[in-house]
């Protein structure tokens, strides 16, 4: 049995694959969810910079995969 004061493992690349996945996710939200109420007040250039973000990270994630630790 493991306790829970123990790190948990992780697999190299597990965080990058991670972030990328949660910047996909955030702009899918943001652009599907652009005409629901709340997010009709997003300026453009936010929605642009989610975009940004969500490239950047599969990028990085496709040009240095962080295989090792």
Do not use: N
């Not at 493991?2 to 939200?29: D, F, H, I, K, Y």
């Not at 943001?30 to 599969?58: M, N, S």
């Amino acid at each position: 049995m493991v306790m829970a004061s123990e790190p948990r493992w992780q697999r190299p690349g597990q965080t990058q694959r991670r972030r990328c996945g949660m910047a996909w996710l955030m702009l899918l939200l943001v652009w599907g969810g652009r005409w629901l109420w709340p997010l009709l007040w997003l300026p453009g250039w936010l929605v642009l910079v989610v975009a940004i973000w969500a490239l950047l990270e599969f990028v990085l994630l496709l040009l240095a995969p962080r295989r090792w630790r």
